[in-house]
């Protein structure tokens, strides 16, 4: 168990609908980032925060947006969702000195 | 760049010595990681190496770096049924720990 938890794990929706996607970072890991995982892309960075600040971005669209709150959990929205959008998205966590630990990620369909 | 390229596939007889091989692109690389996915699972963190290391062991596990040729390379001794999976090689550049992956390569161990 890594002690980053994703919830929910599956989330099934429809094209043009709106979800959103929670974290919750290791125990004093003050560092999050999200990653996007789908067949053709692979696994791709999406955004960081941290200590409630974002940090950097990588290939995010438009339509996600995220946020890390002071309790230090983080969501990712997404919007507007298209069948493209479907994959794992996984949520990972650090304290700076250490290596990311990933959660077990959330299975996004959009029908 | 980041760019991290890897065999997508590695069949081992049960017993056998499994070697995973990794390139990677960018000179500064401050650590290089090697993380497991199980089918339908998270990724779980298996060892990483600072990019001034040539080796680290870690039980069954044996990582080699060469810096000159941008090549990382990961052996699992007495491969498993349980070793199957896809395996990721990862970079990450500078302190923000913001990982770039290759594509994962599937292995698979038959009896």
């Known amino acids: 168990d890594s002690g980053v938890t994703q919830t929910p794990k599956h989330l099934i929706t429809a094209t043009g609908q709106r979800v959103t996607l929670r974290c919750s970072p290791r125990?004093?890991?003050?560092?999050v980032y999200w990653y996007q995982q789908s067949l053709d892309q692979g696994l791709q960075f999406l955004i960081q925060?941290?200590?409630?600040?974002?940090?950097a971005k990588g290939n995010i669209l438009e339509r996600f947006s995220a946020q890390q709150f002071p309790d230090l959990h983080s969501e990712l929205n997404l919007s507007s969702l298209e069948l493209g959008d479907s994959a794992l998205y996984f949520c990972?966590?650090?304290?700076?000195?250490?290596?990311?630990?990933f959660g077990n990620g959330t299975r996004l369909t959009v029908t | 760049g980041e760019d991290v390229e890897q065999s997508l596939f590695l069949s081992v007889r049960e017993g056998d010595s499994s070697v995973i091989n990794c390139t990677y692109t960018?000179?500064?690389?401050?650590?290089l990681y090697w993380y497991k996915q199980e089918p339908g699972a998270g990724l779980q963190l298996l060892t990483y190496?600072?990019?001034?290391?040539d080796m680290k062991q870690d039980q069954r596990l044996t990582v080699l770096l060469n810096k000159k040729d941008k090549h990382l390379s990961l052996r699992i001794a007495d491969t498993q049924t349980g070793d199957s999976a896809i395996y990721f090689c990862?970079?990450?550049?500078?302190?923000?720990?913001?990982?770039?992956f290759g594509a994962g390569t599937t292995v698979t161990v038959r009896a």
């Open positions: 190496i600072f990019s001034n290391m």
């Open positions: 960018d000179s500064s690389s401050t650590y």
């Open positions: 125990s004093g890991d003050l560092s």
């Open positions: 990972a966590s650090t304290t700076g000195g250490s290596p990311l630990h």
């Open positions: 990862a970079e990450s550049i500078g302190g923000d720990y913001k990982l770039s």
């Open positions: 925060y941290y200590n409630g600040e974002e940090r």
